[in-house]
Structures are given as structure tokens and as C-alpha cells.
């Protein structure tokens, strides 16, 4: 089972130790909670919102200051992006992701971390990847790793991020005592629902479209989920902290898939109303059958049988939706199927990959990666972001909200093989960090070690690399066989 | 109003049925083009295409109303934005169908966009797109070209389409690629094995250019002149969720309508007089609510409206059944309604571009599905 490294995590390297027993190594890393290693101190939440705040503000004030010169307002424009690190921001937070997939001793807690990402995906809309994408991944769906399912989606929907992404703070009560007088106060501005969150926390976070909600299930969600909001002052625009705002909420009785809320036997209110709705959404059979569903399509197969997601249920059922053992009921299944399926590699994973078995040491940037506000970001620390908007899979920026789609299909379109194969060929310009004495490393002893180590068909893998003659065209070769591009 | 309901699908009954060879029945020997741009989040087709000769459009969305619209008819404007579309339109070469959609109905984008390109029913269902299972039926195993990266369900179904959004950096040598050929051949991949066969014998006009949609509609034009290479082209325009800030004249909304015509003109002007071979159609997976929300953005809805260019239009024409924005004539209080199935005019369409029999196109396509023939009323034959 040599393969199963890098089925739950990124392979082994060439001096890593074999671990003697696989499946227990990847349950062990869910045993505890693992905190992200960095050298320096992480920008929190807040910190980045500010940060935010202070770009739109300033940028309405430069609008405003010259709104007759357009050249000038770019030149001040650029000034402030550099100030807020507008572009700073986002391939710091990957060259984050990328050192502790390779470097934190964890890899399958970090293959999860990224699933969970995806899973509660933000799309490319409104400078989420600049300041936002980073910071909820560290802060919201990190520590909740740690917790229950239905924690995880309760911290999601509260979250800065999710409510700014799917327009929520758009999303105010007609009859609500905001909505009342808005619509009656002779000005044009009407309010009313914005259904975007409600419908993806149903549709793409929890129970899925099979669960069978209709149109007056999505109004109602909608109607629970008034009220969160950014809290809007002069000062902070529209990058306030989220809150309840009770003013805004739509009161009265609510049905979702079947059950009431806010009647006469359940008279659960306000805010606490989102929580009873998402308990239940959490303890819906279709969101259990969903989520095990995507654990397997990410981790064994494009098409999970029912016996490959029964086990993840089981577990899911037996601790309340406990995540750690969810996450080690999926170590098991793809141990248990990792020798009869195999499951195409999106370009992220693939990079990684290749990166730790490689010893790619300099790929995701430098080491000392420091915001210092009015610099703007070198090529070199940007290279990341680059190198995976060219493989077709920069994480940060999904176009739709249900994220990157885990199927081979998605992923191997002509241009979409092209690239891995271009940036195999560049393979090469990632060791600029290494001695050139160093370099010569990779020799077929190299080659022999790490293929012994991350594959079941050893004597093939090997042979075909070598085939290749030298040390570009074997990146090249390693990294497009059919065993590294599916595991 | 002067269209009035159910005038027009009379004709469309009466078609004859022929038998289901797999050949193409009316075989010319010149090469037509299809062009799809497909519109993702969900296109206000209120916006692009006004229905002036409606008063209650006013009551419904103030904020959102253009000031300056071209006049089309009577009945219909366009927005400003599409100059292009409106100077082929004085050609007798742009079409609009109105209050149109896929039969769907649950204002999902994800499961809209699936059955807009698989032209089924249930979400996720089917694994190819309408115009794979055209071209394949249709015998034009290497005619898809997409200009994305990945491979958009409307084109899967055969074998060998391409696509192309050029890379910064270069291949890697032949002989490499050669070797990993020969892997995949060993290993009985046959999805990287045909992959890897497209790559391989890439024309050269499918060199240089850039990822922007300036540049792609430009190549799309020289590769498509190519008498050999492919024949569809598939664009992807993103970012039509418009549920904030949508804007009228100007705006969010306005700067999509602009990609379109961008699109559009690049395409009339690159391919000459193979224009006339050529017919662009839009997709999207639904239209907009006709009320403006809170945000003076719009939600998601049902019935939108098909943008048409391309000499192998009939005319010029505004295709509709028109329902009404009465309230009781919205789709669930709310939406425009859809009075016609868009997957009879993707069938009409591919029928007249790939020379196949409506009929033959329904049944291997669609599934005999109770889908209108609209060949002869929009597209030349």
C-alpha cells in the first residue's frame, strides 16, 4: 500500500521514514488538533477586515478627489492597493497552505482542510482572495475541524466570509420592523429577500438538492437567515463585523423540509432560530449521505458505491457528527478501496505532490514572506498564485460557490493536460534554491528511493522514468504517467 | 402586443418524420459553424432585451430600466451595449428568441448550467452534452472546439473535441510527449490516450494568443476558417448573477452585455464572408426575477431570452410567445415565464448547422422529447 501516501496525503520523500502501519498513521493525525506552523505571527480575521475597510474607504474618498482625472485616481488607486496589500494577500496565504502540506508532519490533516474548503468553497467575487479567503480557512474552517459537523456549518454561516460571499447582509425581512419601514417611507429603495445563502446552505453545504426542498423551503431558509448581517456604520461601509440585527429578521412561523419553526410547540426565535434550523439541516439522512458521498469522490473514487459510504455514515451516526471520526472512518475507506479504485489528482494536489516527492524547496516563495504596507508583492512571491491559475486550479478563486469539482472530467481537457505538462517542463526553475553540487541529486538512485517508496508498481514507474535522459524531461515524465496523475 | 400566443407554433406541428439514418440527409459541402457563448449566473434577459411594449416593466424595476435603449420593433429594444448585434440586425443577421428557457425550474445555478449543456431533465443525470451527442450523430468526431479550460459538458460525448486557452510557458519536447503517449497506451488510459492523440496534432493556428476574451474570440475566428479544423466553437462568459448593483446603461450588467458584443463583432469580422456559414447562440441556465430586490440587483428566475447572429439566420426577428408581466402571468408570482423550450431551438439550431433532420435530432439527441421544431421559422434550411 505505498500508494495510500499519497492517496490521503502528498507521498513520501526521499529521506522520509516509512511509517510501519499506513492506516493507522493517517488516523493518528486526527487524534489531535494541529495548529498551522509559520514563522511569523498570522493576520487574523479582523485584522484582514480592517484592511478591507480601509481600501473601500479610502477608495471612495480617492473616487470622489478625482473624479475628473482618471489617471491620476489609478496612480492613487495603486498606491492604496499597495498600502492594504490588495495583491499581497493571497499568495501569502497559499505559500501558507503549500509549506504545511509539505512541511507540518500532517499531510492527511491538511488533505482534509483543503477538502473542507472546497466543500464550503467562496468564489472569486469581492476581494475575497485578497484579504478574506485566507484568514477563513485558517480561522473558521481549520478549528472546526476539530468540532462537530454541525459546528462546522453553524461557524461557516456566521461567518464573515460566507454572509459577504452569498450577499446575506442583502437579505432583510419585509414584514421585519427594517423591512416595514423601508418600503413604506416614499423613497424607491424597497427590501426584501436575498435567497443566495439560503440556497446554497441547503443546496451545496448541507443537504444537498436530493433531500427534496422546493422554492417555499428556500424562502423560508431565507427568511431564517434574516437579520445576519454586516452591520453597516459610516466608518466601516459595508466591511463591518457580522451580527444579528433583530430589526431585520422576518418574524413569524417558518416551514423547512417538513418542520416548523416558530410555532406554537416550538418557539424557537430570533437568533437562535438559524441554529435549530442548521441542527436539523445537519441531522437530515440526505446531508450525511452527501457529505460521505464527497469525502469518497475526493479520496477513492469519481463514483462511491453505497458500501464505500456506508462506513463514513456509520461513524457520522455513532458520534453525532463528530469530524475526527469522520475524518478517520474516511482514512479507513480509502485504505480499504485504494487498491481496486483509483481517483484523478486536481492540480493542487498534484503539485504538492510532486513537490515533496521532487524536494521542489523554493516553488510556493520565499521564506521570509513579511506584509510591510506600500510594498508590493515580488514575481517570486507571486509565482504561486501563478502556477496554479495556469494549472487551472487557483484555490482561492472558485468561479461558482459550490468550489472545484472533483471529477476527472473536469480535469482533463486538452489545455487542462497542456498545462501539466507545461509546468513540469518548468519543473526545473523551482530548484534555483539549491546547490548547483546538489542538483545532481537527481540520479536514479534518487529516482529508485522515492519510487520504491509512493508507488505499488514500483519496476514500471522507474523504468519509465528513466527512459527520459535528462533531468527536465524526467520531471517531465514523473509527473504526467498515468500512476502520479491518478492514485 | 403584436405577438400573440400560440400564433406561431401551429407550423411547427405539422413536421414530417424521417427515418433515423445516422447521415447527415441535406450533405452540403460547406463547412457551417455554430458558435456557443454560454451566459453563466443567469442572464436578465429584461435587461438585454426590453419588452417596451409592456407598461408594467416600469412598475416592477425603476432602478433598473434602461435609459437609452435601441429600438428593435414595436414591441422590443436592446440594450445599448450590443452595437454589433444591432448592426447585423439592420443585416437581417441577429435574432433574439424571448421568454425562453430549459425547462427548469428550481433556480439552481449549478443544476442549470448541468441541463443546459446535457439538454436532460435531471440534474447530474446525463454525462454528455446536446452538441456532443449532435456532432456525434452527425459523424464530426474532432469538430468541438472550447475556448476555456476545462472541457464543458455541452461539448462531452465524443471522443476527440479540443480545446484552447493558451499557456505562458512551452511544451516539453516531442519525444516526451511521444514517451508519455506510449504510457498511457500501456496503461490503457484511454481518456489520456485520446487527450494526449488531440494535443499531438494540434493545427497551427492554435498557437500564441492570450487567455482574454479579445484574444480567444479572435483565434476562435482563424481556427474556425480552417476547412479542416474544428467547426464548433464554445465560449464561457461568467459573472450574470447580477443580485446587487445590476445597473441599466451602464453597470455590471452592461459591462457583460459589452463581452458579448465583443465577442460577436470579433467573430463577424474574422470570419469574413464565412459569417454567412455561421450562427452564434447564447445559453444560460435562467433568466432573472422581473422585480428588482433590495440591493437594485434581481434574483433568479425562469424565462430569459437567446441572443442569434449569423448568416444562417432567416432574419432578422424577435421569436416570441409573449407571456406577459402580469402578475398572474409571472412563473410563480415572480418570474418571466418560459413559453418557449429552449431545447427546440438548440434542436432547430444544430439541425440547420450540421445538416441533420430536426426529427433524427430529437430522437438520438433529446430523447424524443416533446421538443417544438422551430428549423424553418429561425434558421435557413
Given amino acids: 500500500m505505498s500508494s495510500y501516501f499519497r492517496k490521503v496525503g502528498f507521498g513520501l520523500a526521499k529521506n522520509d521514514e516509512i511509517p510501519n502501519d499506513p492506516l493507522i498513521w493517517a488516523t493518528n493525525q486526527f487524534d489531535n488538533y494541529h495548529d498551522l506552523i509559520w514563522s511569523e505571527k498570522l493576520p487574523t480575521v479582523e485584522d484582514q477586515r480592517e484592511k478591507f475597510r480601509q481600501f473601500i474607504y479610502e477608495d471612495e474618498k480617492l473616487r470622489k478627489r478625482f473624479r475628473k482625472n482618471r489617471m491620476e485616481y489609478e496612480t492613487e488607486k495603486n498606491k492604496l492597493r499597495a498600502q492594504t496589500g490588495e495583491k499581497f494577500f493571497e499568495p501569502f496565504e497559499l505559500s501558507i497552505r503549500h509549506h504545511n502540506a509539505l512541511h507540518n508532519g500532517v499531510p492527511a490533516f491538511e488533505r482534509m482542510w483543503h477538502f473542507w474548503g472546497n466543500h464550503f468553497s467562496l468564489s472569486d467575487k469581492d476581494f475575497l482572495s485578497s484579504w478574506h479567503y485566507g484568514p477563513y480557512m485558517r480561522e473558521v474552517i481549520r478549528p472546526s475541524m476539530d468540532k462537530t459537523f454541525e459546528e462546522m456549518v453553524v461557524e461557516v454561516t456566521t461567518s464573515w466570509a460566507m454572509i459577504h460571499h452569498l450577499d446575506n447582509s442583502e437579505n432583510i425581512g419585509p414584514n421585519s420592523i427594517q423591512g416595514k419601514r423601508e418600503n413604506s417611507d416614499g423613497d424607491k429603495r424597497k427590501v426584501g429577500l436575498n435567497e443566495n445563502h439560503a440556497r446554497e446552505l441547503l443546496e451545496l453545504h448541507t443537504v444537498s438538492p436530493a433531500s427534496g426542498y422546493?422554492?417555499?423551503?428556500?424562502?423560508?431558509?431565507?427568511?431564517?437567515?434574516?437579520?445576519?448581517?454586516?452591520?453597516?456604520?459610516?466608518?466601516?461601509?459595508?466591511?463591518?463585523?457580522?451580527?444579528?440585527?433583530?430589526?431585520?429578521?422576518?418574524?413569524?412561523?417558518?416551514?423547512?423540509?417538513?418542520?416548523?419553526?416558530?410555532?406554537?410547540?416550538?418557539?424557537?426565535?430570533?437568533?437562535?432560530?438559524?441554529?435549530?434550523?442548521?441542527?436539523?439541516?445537519c441531522n437530515h439522512a440526505s446531508c450525511r449521505e452527501f457529505v460521505a458521498k464527497k469525502l469518497c469522490q475526493h479520496f477513492v473514487t469519481d463514483e462511491p458505491s453505497q458500501d464505500m459510504i456506508n462506513p463514513i455514515i456509520q461513524a457520522w451516526l455513532k458520534s453525532d457528527g463528530f469530524l475526527p471520526d469522520i475524518h478517520k472512518a474516511t482514512m479507513k475507506v480509502a485504505f480499504e478501496y485504494g487498491n481496486k479504485y483509483k481517483k484523478f489528482l486536481m492540480p493542487e494536489t498534484w503539485l504538492i505532490q510532486n513537490a515533496k516527492m521532487l524536494n521542489f524547496k523554493h516553488y510556493w516563495g520565499p521564506d521570509k514572506f513579511v506584509f510591510i504596507a506600500g510594498r508590493r508583492p515580488a514575481k517570486r512571491e507571486k509565482k504561486i498564485q501563478w502556477i496554479l491559475e495556469d494549472l487551472g486550479h487557483p484555490v482561492f478563486r472558485a468561479s461558482q460557490p459550490n468550489g472545484f469539482i472533483d471529477k476527472e472530467d473536469e480535469w482533463t481537457s486538452p489545455e487542462l493536460i497542456i498545462r501539466r505538462m507545461v509546468y513540469a517542463n518548468q519543473f526545473q526553475s523551482y530548484l534555483k534554491g539549491i546547490k548547483k553540487e546538489n542538483r545532481s541529486l537527481y540520479n536514479n538512485e534518487f529516482y529508485e528511493k522515492i519510487i520504491y517508496k509512493n508507488f505499488d508498481n514500483p519496476e514500471n514507474v522507474l523504468k519509465l522514468v528513466l527512459s527520459a535522459n535528462t533531468t527536465q524531461n524526467r520531471f517531465v515524465m514523473f509527473a504526467n504517467i498515468p500512476e502520479v496523475l491518478k492514485v | 402586443m403584436n405577438c400573440t400566443r400560440r400564433s406561431f407554433l401551429q407550423g411547427s406541428l405539422a413536421t414530417l418524420f424521417v427515418g433515423g439514418l445516422n447521415l447527415p440527409l441535406f450533405a452540403s459541402s460547406v463547412k457551417k459553424n455554430l458558435i456557443i457563448i454560454s451566459l453563466r449566473g443567469g442572464m436578465d434577459g429584461l435587461t438585454a432585451v426590453p419588452v417596451i411594449g409592456d407598461p408594467m416593466l416600469k412598475k416592477y424595476r425603476s432602478e433598473l430600466l434602461l435609459d437609452e435603449k435601441i429600438k428593435l420593433n414595436s414591441d422590443f429594444g436592446l440594450h445599448p451595449k450590443l452595437s454589433t448585434l444591432h448592426e447585423l440586425w439592420k443585416l437581417g443577421k441577429a435574432s433574439v428568441v424571448h421568454a425562453t428557457s430549459i425547462p427548469y425550474t428550481q433556480r439552481s445555478h449549478f443544476d442549470g448550467q448541468n441541463l443546459m449543456q446535457s439538454g436532460g431533465i435531471v440534474p447530474y443525470k446525463e454525462k454528455t452534452g446536446w452538441l456532443g451527442r449532435g456532432l456525434k450523430l452527425a459523424n464530426l468526431d474532432d469538430s468541438g472546439l472550447a475556448l476555456s479550460l476545462p472541457m464543458p459538458l455541452l461539448l462531452r460525448g465524443i471522443e476527440q473535441n479540443n480545446n484552447f486557452y493558451p499557456a505562458h510557458n512551452s511544451m516539453p519536447r516531442r519525444e516526451i510527449v511521444n514517451k508519455l503517449r506510449s504510457a498511457y497506451e500501456g496503461a490503457s488510459e484511454e481518456k489520456l490516450l485520446n487527450v494526449i492523440d488531440v494535443i499531438i496534432n494540434r493545427p497551427i493556428t492554435m498557437q500564441g494568443g492570450n487567455q482574454s476574451l479579445d484574444s480567444l474570440s479572435k483565434k476562435a475566428s482563424k481556427i474556425l476558417l480552417d476547412p479542416l479544423g474544428p467547426r464548433i466553437a464554445v465560449f464561457d462568459i461568467e459573472g450574470f448573477d447580477t443580485h446587487a448593483a445590476q445597473g441599466n446603461d451602464e453597470g455590471e450588467h452592461a459591462n457583460k452585455m459589452q463581452e458579448i458584443d465583443m465577442v460577436i463583432k470579433n467573430l463577424y469580422e474574422g470570419l469574413g464572408k464565412e459569417f454567412d456559414n455561421t450562427l452564434i447562440l447564447t445559453l444560460t441556465e435562467f433568466g432573472r426575477t422581473v422585480e428588482q430586490n433590495g440591493g437594485y440587483g434581481t434574483e433568479h428566475g425562469y424565462g430569459s431570452a437567446i441572443l442569434m447572429a449569423g448568416g444562417l439566420l432567416k432574419k432578422s426577428q424577435v421569436f416570441s410567445d409573449w407571456p406577459g408581466l402580469n402578475k398572474n402571468k409571472l412563473f410563480e408570482n415572480r418570474d418571466l415565464f418560459s413559453t418557449i423550450d429552449a431545447r427546440g431551438i438548440y434542436a432547430s439550431a444544430i439541425s440547420s448547422v450540421l445538416d441533420l433532420e430536426f426529427e433524427q435530432i430529437k430522437k438520438n439527441v433529446f430523447w424524443n422529447s416533446d421538443i417544438p421544431n422551430f428549423t424553418e421559422k429561425l434558421f435557413k434550411v
Fill in chain 1, 214 to 281: 422546493n422554492q417555499a423551503d428556500v424562502i423560508d431558509m431565507a427568511r431564517v437567515l434574516t437579520g445576519w448581517g454586516k452591520k453597516w456604520s459610516k466608518k466601516n461601509l459595508w466591511a463591518g463585523p457580522i451580527g444579528f440585527q433583530p430589526e431585520r429578521h422576518d418574524m413569524g412561523q417558518k416551514t423547512i423540509l417538513g418542520k416548523t419553526y416558530n410555532s406554537k410547540n416550538n418557539k424557537i426565535t430570533g437568533n437562535k432560530q438559524l441554529f435549530a434550523v442548521i441542527k436539523d439541516l
